[in-house]
């Protein structure tokens, strides 16, 4: 079997199973990169040969990195060879990297630093209610039920259905924009201003990442940045941990945990014993 047929393959193999087009896009370019790399058909790669390319290529990238090229190059193998040439390959131990958080008060300043209307409410939105970048892009009008004060996040990473609760600071803006929106026949909340049609979540990484400058915040931050700081922040407000994960969507507990080591406000008020003895 020649490598385009592989490929080709692979991608049906991944339709079928309904997996994100995110997904698709990795698993496939892993493979691609693989194949093209030891000029040799799918059938004659050994666990010897994917040793080798992940010490010659991504021996320098992250644990995760190395851990998602193996599971693409296991799904491939298994599925459509029935042989998981992985199966004798050591994963990395995946490193346990604090996100960075933004305090309340960086947050308001953001905000104030974004250049007009529509990106302070998407941005706002996302920040308020903990989504992912492209939940907020995926956003229908008619996702949104004003009469109950919450909207539904469909089909969501792990193509879970969740809802969240809609901040009362912006149900008027939201309102209005829902209206206008349905009556120039748009299906998305938030759309290119252009053609209609649903908002790239590149075009939301790069407002954030000019108004981070305006703003003069020296942190690492992006888009998902938000989503950990609406966490970090209900947590400081003793909001129990249960409902944090499910406002988040995930699906183990363990994963919202992590922000039980990374809430700055709450180790601030932890007093140091010399101040009791003295």
């Known amino acids: 079997m020649e490598k385009e047929e592989f490929l080709k393959k692979l991608e049906v193999e991944l339709k079928i199973a309904k997996n994100s087009d995110y997904t698709r896009r990795n698993y496939i370019s892993a493979n691609e990169k ?11 790669i050994t666990e010897d040969d994917v040793k080798l390319y992940i010490a010659d290529n991504i021996a320098d990238n992250s644990a995760s990195s190395i851990i998602v090229f193996l599971s693409a190059i296991k799904y491939s193998y298994s599925t459509i ?29 953001l905000l104030e630093n974004l250049p007009n209307k529509k990106s302070y409410l998407m941005i706002s939105l996302i920040y308020a ?9 995926g956003l229908k009008t008619n996702d949104l039920i004003f009469e109950e004060r919450i909207g539904h996040v469909r089909q969501a990473k792990g193509k879970k259905d969740r809802i969240f609760n809609i901040p009362v ?5 939201l309102l209005r924009l829902k209206g206008s929106q349905e009556n120039e026949s748009h299906e998305y909340l938030f759309s290119n201003p252009t053609t209609g049609k649903q908002m790239s979540t590149r075009n939301i990484q790069k407002i954030v990442a000019k108004a981070v ?25 003793d909001v129990d941990i249960r409902k944090i994960q499910e406002l988040l969507g995930h699906a183990d507990l363990s994963t919202t945990q ?6 700055n406000e709450e180790l601030k008020k932890v007093k140091s014993p010399l101040d009791s003895l003295m």
Not at 82 to 102: F, H, Q, W
Not at 214 to 237: C, M, Q, W, Y
């Open 34 to 44: 693989l194949l093209s790399s030891l000029n040799k058909n799918p059938e004659e």
């Open 213 to 237: 400058q305006r703003a003069g915040i020296k942190k690492d931050v992006h888009p998902h940045t938000l989503r950990h700081s609406f966490a970090t922040h209900l947590l400081e407000n």
């Open 258 to 263: 992590i922000y039980t080591h990374i809430s």
């Open 129 to 137: 209610c903990g989504l992912r970048v492209s939940e907020l892009t």
């Open 169 to 173: 600071f912006l149900t008027e803006d």
């Open 81 to 109: 060879l029935k042989n998981d040439i992985t199966s004798g390959i050591k994963r990395p131990k995946k490193e346990r990297r604090l996100p960075a958080v933004l305090t309340k008060e960086e947050v308001k300043f």
